[in-house]
């Protein structure tokens, strides 16, 4: 198994990208540590990879509260003996508004939550990391240069701060064996809530693609299960495109 030994925290672990990729890593062997802040989604996804033969547990935990989140990852590392995978997954909460008509204490509440959370998240992980010369920080988002979407507000502007983050993050914990990457994609249909114009949106990235598929849940997990391995030990301060096409580099 590609994680087998491996510990991972999940932050937003109830939710369908933490939670696809909470399963990609327990299915290689990881033990996951999923936090969130909704008890009932992060124990029905502990429930799927315990049922799947893996290990999950879960916390309750706001990853905007930096004592708590750094003393959480203590007592899991003191727990299971290291920390080997930190992934921040949880929302943006993102302000859908043009910008010429964008409020500026939402949008500086919206970026906030974006800068804070992972800062929280991965300082938290880095102590750690840094003392046992290795791990892996992994984001899912990534930027994207030909954005030609308007009306989609703070999403991508959270996205390539992030990005930005994760590039100084990478130069400065690269020396002690740390590596940070992140997954860019076009979209995952699964993901989607269901509403009566989610079909439309689901077949337009299905449309944009090269592969005519867009990448599911599964792809998520496998993905981020490979990044997170020693497979993939050459890799940092990159993206890491799964956009089946829609997206070209």
């Given at each position: 198994?590609?994680?087998?030994?491996?510990?991972?925290?999940?932050?937003?672990?109830?939710?369908?990208?933490?939670?696809?990729?909470?399963?990609?890593?327990?299915?290689?062997?990881?033990?996951?540590?999923?936090?969130?802040?909704?008890?009932?989604?992060?124990?029905?996804?502990?429930?799927?990879?315990?049922?799947?033969?893996?290990?999950?547990?879960?916390?309750?935990?706001?990853?905007?509260?930096?004592?708590?989140?750094?003393?959480?990852?203590?007592?899991?590392?003191?727990?299971?003996?290291?920390?080997?995978?930190?992934?921040?997954?949880?929302?943006?909460?993102?302000?859908?508004?043009?910008?010429?008509?964008?409020?500026?204490?939402?949008?500086?509440?919206?970026?906030?939550?974006?800068?804070?959370?992972?800062?929280?998240?991965?300082?938290?992980?880095?102590?750690?990391?840094?003392?046992?010369?290795?791990?892996?920080?992994?984001?899912?988002?990534?930027?994207?240069?030909?954005?030609?979407?308007?009306?989609?507000?703070?999403?991508?502007?959270?996205?390539?701060?992030?990005?930005?983050?994760?590039?100084?993050?990478?130069?400065?914990?690269?020396?002690?064996?740390?590596?940070?990457?992140?997954?860019?994609?076009?979209?995952?249909?699964e993901s989607m809530p269901d509403m009566p114009q989610t079909e439309q949106y689901r077949q337009q990235m299905v449309d944009a693609t090269l592969l005519k598929r867009a990448a599911t849940l599964q792809d998520v997990g496998r993905v981020a299960a490979f990044l997170a391995s020693d497979h993939a030990a050459s890799m940092t301060s990159t993206q890491?495109?799964?956009?089946?096409?829609?997206?070209?580099?």
């Amino acid at each position: 198994m590609l994680l087998e030994n491996k510990t991972a925290v999940v932050y937003g672990g109830g939710g369908s990208i933490g939670g696809a990729m909470a399963r990609g890593f327990a299915a290689e062997g990881a033990r996951v540590f999923l936090a969130g802040r909704t008890p009932a989604t992060l124990d029905a996804v502990a429930e799927q990879i315990r049922k799947a033969g893996g290990q999950a547990e879960t916390a309750r935990l706001d990853a905007l509260d930096e004592s708590a989140v750094g003393a959480w990852v203590d007592s899991v590392a003191g727990l299971a003996g290291s920390i080997d995978v930190s992934v921040n997954a949880i929302g943006q909460d993102a302000v859908f508004t043009p910008m010429i008509e964008m409020p500026v204490d939402d949008f500086a509440a919206s970026m906030e939550k974006v800068a804070r959370s992972f800062l929280i998240t991965t300082k938290a992980a880095a102590r750690h990391m840094v003392k046992q010369s290795s791990g892996v920080i992994l984001h899912f988002g990534g930027s994207d240069s030909g954005n030609r979407v308007p009306g989609i507000g703070t999403v991508q502007i959270g996205c390539d701060m992030v990005e930005a983050m994760r590039r100084q993050w990478a130069c400065e914990l690269g020396p002690q064996g740390v590596r940070v990457l992140s997954m860019r994609t076009g979209g995952i249909p699964e993901s989607m809530p269901d509403m009566p114009q989610t079909e439309q949106y689901r077949q337009q990235m299905v449309d944009a693609t090269l592969l005519k598929r867009a990448a599911t849940l599964q792809d998520v997990g496998r993905v981020a299960a490979f990044l997170a391995s020693d497979h993939a030990a050459s890799m940092t301060s990159t993206q890491v495109n799964i956009s089946a096409g829609a997206l070209i580099d």
